[in-house]
């Protein structure tokens, strides 16, 4: 072979590789655009100390849909005989008819006595996938956790923790390992 034909044999064997990884990427999503899974629940917890009032604003398909105002206490310490002191987390479950079907969905949360504000919608990540519109997330929900926390520790309950931080995250709904109401029929 000469150093043309071992060029063009390079650049055969890259496009190759190129090619395979662009089809495979195009597996991965769903060709029409359109979200494979819907959310189960929204779930809402505060670890401060303090008290806090939350507002929840959902939007599907650019309409809204949720608009709620909730009062969540403050952790507090606990204690029983079988296990001794624990944090006592307060928190909200939302779960309601409209989030049952695929669409576009967007969740606003905001605390105005902190001026703290944080979002989820159906195109940011669920655990392991990209987002909703991944075919392999056809006929499955997903549940939206969202922690009021500190800048320190902001997933660890603590009584002495001030709300400075809103996390929001999503993970695919799995049936064996969550026993909540939730919206939906996920497979």
Known sequence: MNAKEIMN???????????TGTLLAGCLTDDSGEPMASPALVEIANKTGEPIEIEVAARKNDTAVYDERYTIRE???????????????????????W?????????????PQHGLEATFSSTDSIGEYDNAHQSELDGE????????????????ARVDATPERILVGAEVYHHDIFDRSHAGDCT
């Open 99 to 111: 989030m049952a079907i695929p669409a576009e969905y967007e969740f606003e949360f905001r605390i």
């Open 141 to 156: 929900c997903y549940f939206v956790q969202v922690t009021i926390g500190d800048e320190a520790q902001p997933d660890t």
């Open 75 to 97: 952790v507090r310490v606990t204690e029983r005989d079988d296990i001794g002191e624990y944090a006592d987390i307060d928190g909200v479950q939302i779960a309601e008819d």
């Open 9 to 19: 044999r390079r650049h055969v064997l890259s496009s190759i590789g190129t090619t």
